[in-house]
């Protein structure tokens, strides 16, 4: 198999499931060239086009006003915090099913408590477009969401037509043969310039509040521009968080929010902490959960445990006819496992993996064993995740599946004008809710340093 670049590794992902070398190219030019589409478990998909949003299926009266929320080249917190400030209404008030990458075009629901629809007519934000679609009693969330459709475009490959049709179909049958996917968290979920948001979450963790910010104010990465890393080295080694807030660039604007409040209490780092968005807090912590499965996922694939079947000692999770997994899961055990197989050929059920949390424990048997070594490794247990209550989150854990398999998946080559040796792939997919399409991205490009994947745009 291809070595994976060290960024990668460093968040979990140590493998990858298809052996073809991979196509290279660059993803993300210009948000265009990603887009990403909402579909709900109702069947009702965001479209970027806001002429193909439907309205007939909402009513005219309502709790919720639902609108379609269409953005270019933003982060979805921070457009719903700058939108419940353009409307002067809390961002709790504003409900959405997941969040979407920011240098993307990106099409999703949201819902909007207690507000008229004329009272969204005067917000005028570059990079966002906001259409209210009608009202509903039911807010969106999470749980109304199937999945994403996703049209990528990966641009600069370097290789003729018929290489790269040959690689593709040669993926394409690996991975099919491998059964899917490995369903590991996508680089977005810790960052690629800087991956540090599992590291603030394991510091949180383990009680040393003061690591956890200095790590999310001052890690200084390789990749960041030239002036970030300046102010970040220059806090690390003054410690004057005053003087740091008047040189943190305003992009860096959660930085800013912790540096505002240290500036005033330089010891109170959980208050610091708590200056920024309760969902970013717990974001810091599911980071961390997600490194851990990245991890155990890694190394059951590594060891030649497959996962299109399971093993006394895994846990598995029921499918509905949707492909979404539903509770209660399976302990796998000798008295059932010949079942369970069976059911998972069917496409009935899923091998699943933990995330690890206080109500959470890890696998047993072969996989329990792998994971067990990795937290004894990491120094963590499920009995650290009480510390999340200082910053009013909680995180349960739960299970994940580890494979994902990849609906309506098309490829087609684009030839560049005028450059023979320089092609473009569009491709086109489907994914479940909580999949990562980089991580289908990686196994066709597969980047080989950390300097690759960077300049690809993962």
Known sequence: MSEVPGIERSIGIEVYASRTEGIGGVIKRSPEDFIVEEILADGLKASVK????????????????????????????????????????????????????????????????????????????????????????????PKRLLGNMFTIVVRSVRLVDEVIEDRIRRICSELDDFGGVPNFFGHQRFGTIRPITHLVGKSILKGDFESAVMTFLSYVSPFESAKASEVRRDLRESLDFKAALKKFPKTLFYERLILSHLSNAPRDYIGALHKLPQSFRKLFIQSYQSYLFNRFLSERIKRGIPLKEVQVGDYAVRLNSMGLPEKPFIEVKESNVAHVNKEIRMGRMALALPLIGLRQPPSKGLQGEIESEILEEEGISGEDFKRTKVLNVSVLGGLRVAMERVMNFEAKVIREIGRPLENSVEFKFILHKGAYATILLREFMKPRTDEELVKSGF
């Open 50 to 141: 806001l002429e193909n949003n439907l309205t007939h299926v909402f009513a005219d009266h309502g709790r919720y006003l639902i609108c379609i929320l269409i953005k270019r080249g933003w982060d979805t917190l921070l457009a719903v915090e700058e939108i419940s400030k353009a409307i002067g209404i809390d961002s709790g008030r504003v409900g959405f099913a997941g969040i979407k990458d920011a240098n993307a075009l990106t099409a999703q629901y949201i819902s909007v408590g207690g507000v008229p629809a004329s009272k969204l007519a005067d917000i005028n934000i570059e990079g966002i477009v906001i259409k209210p679609l009608g009202y509903a009693d039911e807010e969106v969330t």
